[in-house]
Structures are given as C-alpha cells and as structure tokens.
C-alpha cells in the first residue's frame, strides 16, 4: 500500500513566509497527500495566499495558541504519516523523503526528528535573547516541524498539551519516550527555522517552570510503579 | 533541570523538605539539629547523611556554599507539615534519559528573556 502522509501547517498572520513553506513541502520528490492549514485568525492575506496552493486545506483554528493548532491538525490528518510545519519555517526538498524512507526502513520507531538550521530573516536583527552561535551550526531538532511520525503514535502517547505554552513540544517528546516510542534522528539538516523579531515574545522564566512542570510529569511516570510522586 | 548538561534532578525522603531549609539559606548543622530533635536520632547519623546529601548537591551544581561573611539563617521549616513519620536519609537523583531533547534543542536555548513564546492571547503560531 502506498503511503499517505498528511502535513499540519499552523500559522497566524504568516502572509509574508507562509508561501516559501508551502512550496518546500510540495516540491519535493516526495509530495504529501494533503496539507491542512490551521489558521489562527489571521488578519492578512495568509488565507488567501495558502487557497492558491494545490492539496491545502485550510481550517479556522477553534483552540488557542501553537500546541492548540497542531492537534485540531492531527485531528483532520488522514495519513499514514503526519508532518508539520509553522508558516516561517522551509523544510530542505528531501525531508519527506528522507524521512518516509527511514520509517519505512525502521518498522521499530515511531516516528524521526532530524537536524534543524536557523536563519535570520532578511532584514531583521538577532532577537537579543536568542543565541546567535545557532546561525551557524545546525543542531538536532526535537519539535514538530523536524517531526514525521505515524498517526498510530498519537493513539499512543496522546496529543500536544495544551497548558505548557512554549515547552508544549518538549513535554510531548518527554511522554513518547516515557511511553516507549522510539523516535529517529536523522544525521540530515532538513529543516530551515526562521528567526524574526514577530516570531517572539518574551518569558523565559514561564517557559522554564513549564520545563520543570514536564520533567515533573516524566519523574512522576517513571516512577508510577513504585507509587511514589516526586518530591 | 540544566540546560547546559541536559540532567533534571529529583529528591526522595526529606530531600524536598532539606532543600527547603538550604534555600531559606540554613546552615547544614542546623538542618541537622532539626532532624535529630524531629526523628530522635543520633546526631551523627544525621550529619551522615546530610553530608553525603549535600555533597551531591554541590557536585552536580545545584548549590554553593555559603562564602565567609554570609550570613547563614536558622532551620525554620521545623514545625512545616510534609515531613514524612519515619526517618529516611535524604537521595538525590540524576535523570539523564531527557538528555538530548534539552541539551540540544534550540528553542528552548534561551536567555532569561526567552525566547521564543507565543502571547497569551494569541490563539496560533
């Protein structure tokens, strides 16, 4: 049977990107079945932009935030395999391919992450709290959009948590590994993430106490069978 | 958690109730002098184990002791509930099963000012 793979694109005003990362998912050898916009009200033309491709469907997010957006996309996935992307990212023309290949070939896992590289938008500065060494060195991405799994892993482990804001992906790696799903890592760089100020609001110290609140989450099933909590 | 060697840690026993007196900055003799008058052990078992705990805490980094001129304050978590019946000595532990997901994973390599994290209010990416 061939397989069907479905892409979960969210974006909220992305008029200005969301194009480029539509065309880096369907141009490559591999092109996915379907790709489901959720759009979080956005009030440019990022609609309009996103009907003009072919495969795009795009919905009217009804949740909130990113976390939010991902899972009504994984709702309406119908694929085999499901991908995902924000509006200000570009995959490399051969991540679908590459990663379908490896999920093919890894019966075992799960799903795989890859290697991911940022870049600065033209024109925009380096936000003052982002580490400016990652523009030049591509590291192992574990988030979504380096993310190719099987919908069946989602039956497994759940979907994204919606109350960890912005450590929302971590928390859901934390739980897939807690749950015994194994999750590739691809040597490749197939993911291009953008750095612009929009991208951007500020809270470390919540995004920290939301780490801690997943790794909490993680003591605490690790040691469900001893019945104890963390302390 | 740190984010620079991708390790969380966890107590068991009365470590959570030991970490809450050094951070209201007391002295290791006087944590002490609380579990021996709590548990009715003797102080030299207490000392034990609180060295052993300590010095753990100190080697992964998660405290410093106090340099000359600090003031050091009493144990005052003396009469705070939490405090399990029986005495066990204070663990540590060390996760490193995480590793991977927070040593290396860019977005959340941020500065206290953090970066990136949607708005409250905003509903998507």
Redesign the interface.
Known sequence: MEPTVSVVLVVRNGDAYIAEALRSVLSGPVVPNEVIVIDGQSADDTIAIASTFPNVTVHAQRSRGVAGAYNEGIQHASGMFIAFISHDDIWTENKLALQLTYLQQHPEAMGCVAHIQHFLAEGAEIPASFRASLLDESVVGYVPEALLVRREIFARVGLLDESYAAAEDTEWFARARDAGCMIGLLPETLLLKRVHGANTSLAGERLNKHLLMALRGSIARKRNTEGTSPA | ?NLESGH?F????I??LVWACIEQGAAVDAISGVIVNRYQIEKIDADRALAKFVGELLQHGLVREAVDGENTRPATLDDATGWPATWSAPQV?V?T??E???L????????????????PD????
């Open positions: 958690m969380y966890s107590t068991r026993n470590g959570a532990e996760y099963d995480m991977d997901l927070l290396l994973d860019p977005i959340h390599d941020v500065s206290d000012a953090g970066w990136p994290m949607p708005l905003q509903p998507a990416a």
